[in-house]
């Protein structure tokens, strides 16, 4: 019994962390239909501008304040420099593009920082809270926070907000958007500099759990984006739903089957749930109509 | 001028390990050319970054013998790299020092390729060893899927039996997993576990040392040399890691060697001179790079010549060289060089390394 | 003549919404049999279960005496059901007459690996049926775009294209959903003709369409939809003077204005 | 009579091919174009799939890893030929992409690619994990393909690379030729018209499952053999080639050339497989340019540097 | 109130819009009849801003056009319910309603909604419905209860008729002229030519991006050229 519920309390710190990555996701996706695979990258600039600037001596609230507002900025600035520039590209392009951005940015925080892996303290120390036998750290619990306050932002932004509409509206058909007045390139700003900021809380939250270097990036938007897929991309209920599932599916995999092949658990999940569901759990079924 | 050249894994999955290794080559090159060079000649290094990836190796190497027409190949990050130079370096007859761990890379011996780091099997004989004092016959093990965690688990395995050491639980984790309790969960329900030994490198044995702490599992812990460096105790906390125990080299503890120790001044030297250079601690891979590069260039020296089939021949006879590794002699049957006495088991004392003796 | 298509009791719903419910008529051959009806009566769900995009909840599609309820539309063309869309359906990347060349599937394909060698058999199934596609074009007056990119065409021109598309399966049953939209009076009469002549040749004919002029026109039999069900059905003469139809479809003036034209 | 497009392009490899070693000082330049004709076989591939029939994914390396273990594995336990190691890879590969390919390939754009993803990701992870097979991650070595020897016998003698260099073109320019056959054909066509309007093509009498599941097959088949060759003129094997990254790389390729066009997709090919070597001037740059040329070019060429540049050429509006 | 002139466009090399001059006075109503690919759409295009003009002017209530970005113009009081209808399938009918009035918040807003929604009463049943789902007639309603919601002072309207019923294309056209006795002007671009001259005060006649023709609409419906080119009668 406390077995299982030390497998579901890893569970929940895995997915805590798929979750928040996946969440950042879905504003970029809602506002263009592109999957940033960039996504990883902000995640590793809130971990590794944490890490510099409370090495630099600053507190760690300040710095993790840096860090997100930092990579929001840089957002911004990949949207309007790489993005904008684009305009009108397929898709598959834009996917490039974002890969592009992803080597280039991976290359420069090499660079900037270093290649060594790095941590900082947790929120609240490391003594386990123990529950029924089974442990979990409290910052598991600051991560699956984030990421249910994120999940709780973005559903409230996107389903009570006439701006959030203005997003979705913008991806859905971006000519019409502009003819009833959104300024999309405004919506494309916000929604990269919100995306980065949402990557960069992630790396800040998770850090202390996963360890941060310049290269996590790639192996968090992998995760993310499966996550997101499995509970429907664009979709903050799926992305926290997905990115938890995955999560609990690797623990258990690992405890009961085979820790060797709990991706291949994960991966075999997303393509069972597909099979019956096309569009991931909650995923919207296009209304096109010929 | 003297053309020597490397192939390292400075960026990609293995950049932690690589980055060092490609320092140090280039401190020593520039520490050596403003020494006078070899027999006066200077010495050109000619490196390339493989990103890990074994067929940009085999490119890289290619280019080094065919285009820059190297007299001799360092490099090799990981197992798979070193293997793909190692084919074209004894195509060109070039002599190729390899940095990585696996067994396969001199045994068998081929005339041109060596090592200088510890075989994963050492590693494991090393632990097995002090299991074996310390009176553990049952034992978990832990370790990661990557290259290295992959190697040491199957090396580890197969000696296991030699030391009387029974491995009742054998779980492995993503080099990039964040949490490692369910795997740990697993190897503690055990029946009859003695100890648990989590070989691997890079941010995973960080984490399963503060899992470890975290379940509260109490049974001594031992990591292998994949993790020997300070960055270790910093990022898995000096209270997890407390009383952890693994084979390390000379290196981690230069201040404790005693006075007459051949390897203090070559340890002591690179020590500080590399962290002058860098603000980074020293750690053992850097130190393999900086074995390789002693080596060849003191093969060279004597060989006085640059031919390859010359520096090959008086890196076979190399003998007694004190490296931060161990002490190195090699022949025709060792291209290794190193024997178990180079590993020293080290144990975490309140952040600090100690020796076990 | 015997029926070529019959449509039995044919229904569906979204959602607990009845779009089409128990509709039921028949075709022969060379007919030309008009579907109207208010905006979203379901003419065009109609449609979509019959060509095989929709599955029917209810009734049957009987195509030759052989039931083809449900059946998937690649399935359909073969059998000689060819349609056109309301909502454009073209390939955009390429060509107008590449367009029109797909039209052709049927008749030019063959083995894959005869294709991908470059067999000369597959060579000249190709060019044969890119000749084809030229004298469409050319019949739906489309020639001069015949090498332009399809996405690059006006609407009118692509509602067109579609027909020559449709045309080229050499179908027994056509779909055509609304061919005149977008399209000024005089294209419109071109349209006219060109349908004519292809239920002249044998073709069943089955037409959407809000051109009131083009239905009364050209349609042998009109079957009127409201609210997913038949309401009417006749002759032209006859549903434009039901009042029901004038009521919920034509509207007064208009309605008077085509039963006397 | 004017020249096709088809005779074009395969002229304008051939040549290449042909007459690009006058220039090469060593033997280390016939290495990069072997390895770039191994990725153009890769990137052909892709333009059936992506580039004609609009299906994303995110997994041939998993088929390039079949291929490339077929060749290691088949002559060590079953003491095949290598040769018909890479037919048989080939034939795995086909098969595996015939069972779960109609599943998959009903998804659509960034489900087909996450499906893919985890194709590709499985067959890697049993290449890592099945090490007393695969030799782990450490990889395992592959034997001598043996046909340099025969030539010899034949009198034709060519160094390892020479070798390579002139045997992955060949094999390029066959698979380049079935690729642009494909374009124009009926099953070709039918495949652009799929990625255009899945509706209308079902609609004129296109098999639009099967179709697919043709395509998917025939660049399994070409992921496969790049694979195979590759492991076979390396002489050993990790599972890297069956990674993320490789898949990755392969839709790169494809696209940063024009994933439309066989020749574009080639450059795009010839354009990664050469950065990396050019770009080691920059040492610790390299990365960030690696990844600012692919930014620039997808800005600036969105079609694809080779269709891109070629429009400009001719002044002609598509 | 919106003068053109010598408008070009083009798509990539080719021009399409030859200098197309053209005015529409406050309160008129204009329409631009044609044959197809003459350039219609193109024209509506430019006017709001989502069609680069390569040359030429466009002038509306005193202001110049052409530097403003599309998302202003609705602001500056013109709305357009575009070819193709671009209406946002993935969101509800409501939705849809509530983005063509995204520039407001106030309680106009939901005055217009119910002024929309008896125009179109079947968009009010489906008000919470995916609007890719409506048939294609409905969605031609949405497209234009949706322009109505911008409050425009001058409406593009392009092809408003296409797909809808008699005897809604009766009512939209008296929708054209009720919001003209509002104050509203309308530039229309019909096939349906004599429905739209039968409300127009005046028309253009283009072909292949020129215009060749214009008048009062009563004098182009008696004009035989017209007769025969668009008439058809
Ligand atoms: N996929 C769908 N999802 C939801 N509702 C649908 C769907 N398809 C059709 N409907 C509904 O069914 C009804 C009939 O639609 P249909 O398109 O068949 O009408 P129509 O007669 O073709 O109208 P129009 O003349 O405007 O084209 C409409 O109310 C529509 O909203
Ligand atoms: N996206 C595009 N790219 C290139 N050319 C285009 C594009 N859209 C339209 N054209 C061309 O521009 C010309 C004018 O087209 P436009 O759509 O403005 O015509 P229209 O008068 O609205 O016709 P219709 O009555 O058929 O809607 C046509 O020749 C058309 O082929
Ligand atoms: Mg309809
Ligand atoms: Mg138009």
Redesign the pocket.
Same mark, same amino acid.
């Not at chain 3, 009806?37 to 109609?46: I, V």
């Not at chain 5, 789902?133 to 409905?138: A, D, F, N, P, T």
């Given at each position: 019994m406390s077995e299982l519920l030390q497998f579901l309390f890893s569970g929940v710190t895995i997915g805590a962390v798929y979750a928040l990555v996946a969440l950042g996701f879905t504003i970029i996706y809602n506002a263009s239909d592109v999957v940033n695979f960039a996504q990883g990258e902000f995640v590793m600039l809130g971990g590794m501008i944490t890490w510099f600037a409370h090495a630099a001596g600053l507190p760690l609230p300040l710095a993790a304040l840096i860090a997100i507002a930092a990579t929001a900025c840089l957002g911004v600035a990949m949207n309007k420099l790489m993005i904008e520039p684009a305009r009108g590209a397929p898709v598959v392009s834009l996917i490039i593009i974002t890969i592009g951005a992803s080597i280039f940015i991976e290359g420069a925080a090499q660079l900037v920082f270093d290649k060594q892996i790095h941590s900082f303290p947790a929120f609240s120390g490391d003594a386990p809270i123990r529950v029924g036998g089974a442990t979990i750290l409290p910052q598991s619990l600051w991560v699956t926070g984030g990421a249910i306050a994120v999940f709780v932002g973005l559903w409230l932004f996107f389903t009570r907000t006439l701006l959030g509409r203005a997003v979705l509206a913008t991806s859905n058909n971006r000519l019409a958007a502009q003819l009833v007045g959104i300024n999309t390139t405004f919506v494309m700003t916000l929604s990269f500099a919100l995306s980065a900021a949402i990557g960069a809380l992630a790396g800040v939250l998770a850090t202390p759990i996963t360890l941060t270097s310049y290269g996590v990036g790639i192996g968090f938007a992998l995760k993310g984006f499966a996550g997101a897929m499995l509970g429907g991309m664009g979709n903050p209920k799926g992305a926290l739903v997905g990115g938890f599932a995955i999560g609990m599916i690797e623990a258990l995999t690992a405890g009961y089957l085979s820790s060797q092949y709990k991706d291949a658990a994960a991966f075999v999940v997303i393509l069972a749930v597909l099979f019956f569901l096309p569009q991931g759990l909650f995923g919207r079924t296009s209304?096109d109509?010929v | 001028e003297i053309r020597l050249g490397a192939s390292i894994s400075a960026t990609g999955p293995a950049a932690f390990l690589g980055d060092p290794e490609a320092k140090t080559l280039e401190m020593l090159v520039e520490a050596l050319n403003a020494a006078g060079g070899i027999n006066g000649e200077d010495v050109k290094l000619v490196m390339y970054d493989d990103g890990g990836d074994p067929n940009k190796a085999r490119t890289f190497a290619t280019r080094l013998v065919e285009d820059d027409e190297v007299v001799a190949i360092i490099g090799g990050t990981s197992t798979g790299t070193s293997m793909s130079i190692l084919a074209i370096a004894e195509d060109a007859e070039i002599p190729f020092i390899s940095l990585a761990g696996a067994i396969d890379i001199i045994d068998p011996v081929k005339p041109y390729t060596f090592k200088t780091p510890h075989t994963d099997r050492m590693a494991c004989q090393k632990i097995f060893e002090d299991m074996k004092t310390q009176g553990y016959t049952k034992i978990g093990m832990i370790s990661g899927t990557d290259g290295f965690g992959a190697s040491m688990q199957a090396q580890c395995k197969s000696v296991a039996g030699d030391y009387g050491v029974e491995i009742v639980a054998d779980e492995t984790y993503d080099p990039k997993d964040a949490d490692m309790t369910a795997q740990l969960t697993k190897i503690r329900n055990a029946p009859g576990v003695q100890a648990v030994l989590n070989p691997g490198f890079g941010q995973g044995p960080s984490i399963v040392t503060r899992n470890y702490k975290q379940l509260d599992i109490g049974l001594p812990f031992y990591q292998s040399h994949g993790v020997a460096s300070d960055g270790f105790i910093q990022l898995a906390g000096a209270e997890a890691a407390e009383g952890v125990r693994l084979p390390g080299t000379a290196l981690l503890v230069a201040d404790l060697l005693a006075e007459d120790d051949v390897q203090k001044p070559v340890v002591t030297a690179y020590k500080a001179a590399f962290e002058a250079k860098t603000g980074t601690p020293v750690g053992t891979f850097g130190g393999y790079a900086h074995d390789a590069f002693l080596i060849l260039t003191d093969a060279i020296a004597r060989a006085g010549s640059s031919e390859p089939a010359a520096i090959r021949d008086a890196i076979e006879a190399t003998s007694g060289l004190a490296g931060t590794t161990g002490v190195y002699t090699f022949s025709s049957t060792d291209h290794l060089g190193l024997d178990l006495s180079a590993f020293r088991m080290l144990e975490i004392r309140g952040g600090k390394w100690a020796l076990v003796e | 003549m015997s029926d070529l298509l019959s449509i039995e009791g044919l229904g569906i719903t979204?959602?607990g /919404?009845r779009?089409?419910h128990d509709v039921s008529f028949r075709v022969r051959p060379g007919e030309i049999v008009s579907v109207i009806?208010?905006?979203?009566?379901?003419?065009?769900?109609?449609f979509?279960m019959i060509s095989g995009v929709y599955r029917p909840g209810a009734g049957r599609v009987v195509l030759e005496g052989e039931d083809v309820t449900g059946m998937e539309p690649h399935l359909l063309a073969r059998r000689g059901m060819s349609r056109t869309f309301?909502n454009l359906q073209i390939f955009p990347s390429m060509t107008a007459l590449e367009n029109a060349v797909t039209g052709y599937h049927l008749q030019e394909r063959g083995p894959v690996l005869a294709d991908l060698l470059g067999l000369p058999g597959a060579r000249a199934r190709a060019r044969r049926a890119e000749a084809g596609a030229r004298a469409l074009l050319a019949r739906v007056g489309l020639e001069r775009a015949a090498e332009r990119a399809a996405g690059n065409l006006s609407y009118g021109s692509l509602k067109r294209l579609e027909i020559a598309r449709a045309l080229a399966l050499k179908p027994k049953v056509l779909l055509l959903?609304?061919p005149a939209a977008g399209c000024n009076a005089v294209e419109t009469e071109e349209i006219d003709h060109l349908i004519a002549e292809v239920a002249a040749s044998g073709v069943a004919i089955l037409l /959407?369409e809000?051109d009131m002029k083009m239905v009364m026109r050209i349609s042998n039999h009109i079957v009127v939809?409201d609210h997913?069900e038949k309401i009417a059905e006749g002759d032209p003469a006859t549903v434009s003077r039901n009042p029901a139809v004038i009521a919920a479809y034509l509207g007064v003036e208009e309605g008077q204005d085509h039963a006397h034209g | 009579m004017k020249m096709t497009p088809k005779t074009a392009t395969l002229l304008v490899l051939a040549a290449l091919i042909a007459l690009t070693p006058f220039f090469f000082p060593s033997g280390y330049y016939y290495r990069v174009g072997a390895l770039l004709f191994v990725n153009g076989i890769a990137v052909t591939g892709m333009v059936i799939l992506t580039g004609y029939a609009g299906q994303i994914s995110l997994g041939h390396a998993g088929f390039a890893g079949i291929g490339a273990y077929a060749c290691a594995l088949a002559p060590v336990h079953w003491g095949l030929h290598p040769a018909l190691a890479v037919v048989l890879g080939a034939a795995l590969s086909a098969l595996l992409a015939f069972l779960v390919g109609r599943p998959i390939l009903r998804l659509k754009g960034y489900y087909l690619g996450v499906a893919t993803l985890g194709l590709g990701i499985l067959v890697a992870m049993v290449l890592n994990n099945e090490r007393q097979l695969t030799g782990g991650p450490d990889g395992m070595e592959v034997p001598e393909l043996g046909l340099r020897a025969v030539l010899k016998g034949w009198g034709l003698t060519l160094s390892n690379g020479e070798f390579w260099y002139f045997f992955c073109g060949l094999v390029l320019l066959v698979g380049a030729w079935l690729a642009l056959n494909l374009y124009a054909s009926p099953t070709g066509r039918a495949l652009r018209a799929l990625h255009g309007s899945e509706v209308a093509a079902r609609t004129v009498g296109i098999d639009v499952a099967r179709l697919k599941l043709q395509a998917f097959v025939i660049s399994a088949v070409y992921a496969s053999v790049s694979g195979s060759l590759l492991a076979l003129q390396n002489k050993f094997v990790t599972p890297d080639v069956a990674g993320f990254m490789h898949s990755i790389e392969m839709v790169t390729m494809a696209v940063l050339g024009g994933v439309g066009s066989v020749l574009g997709a080639i450059f795009g090919a010839g354009i990664l497989t050469l950065l990396p070597q050019v770009l080691t001037v920059f040492a610790e740059y390299e990365q960030m340019v690696l990844g600012l040329v692919m930014v620039l070019v997808m800005i600036f060429l969105r079609e694809g540097l080779l269709p891109s540049v070629l429009g400009k050429f001719r002044g002609k509006d598509e | 109130m919106l003068t053109v002139e010598g408008l070009r466009s083009r798509y990539g090399r080719i021009e399409v819009l030859h200098g197309i001059d053209l005015e529409v006075q406050s309160g008129e109503i204009v329409t631009v009849v044609g044959a197809n690919g003459a350039g219609k759409t193109t024209l509506l295009r430019c006017l709001s801003g989502v069609q680069p003009v390569s040359s030429g002017t466009i002038t509306f209530r005193g202001e110049a056009l052409v530097p403003v970005p599309a998302y202003r113009r609705l602001a500056r009081g013109l709305a357009q319910s575009p070819e193709g209808r671009q209406i946002f399938t993935n969101l509800t009918v409501e939705e849809n309603l509530r983005l063509g009035a995204f520039l407001f918040a106030d309680d106009r807003v939901e005055k217009d909604m119910d002024d929309a929604f008896r125009m179109f009463p079947?968009l009010k049943e489906?008000r919470n419905?995916?609007a890719g789902?409506?048939?294609?007639?409905?969605q031609?309603m949405l497209a234009m209860a949706r322009a109505l919601m911008g409050r425009p002072s001058c409406l593009l309207l392009d092809e408003p008729s296409m797909?809808?019923?008699p005897i809604i294309v009766a009512q939209i056209f008296e929708v054209v002229k009720g919001i003209r006795d509002l104050g509203v002007t309308t530039l229309l671009v019909e096939q349906n030519a004599f429905g739209a001259l039968k409300i127009a005060d005046r028309g253009y006649v283009m072909e292949t991006g020129h215009i060749t023709l214009s008048g009062a609409a009563e004098e182009l419906i008696a004009d035989p050229r017209i007769r025969e080119a668009y008439l058809g009668i």
């Open positions: 209304t109509r | - | 979204f959602g /919404v779009a089409v009806g208010p905006n979203g009566a379901g003419k065009t769900t109609l979509n309301q959903d609304e /959407v809000h939809l997913g | - | 079947v489906k419905l995916a789902g409506l048939s294609g007639g409905q031609q797909g809808l019923a």
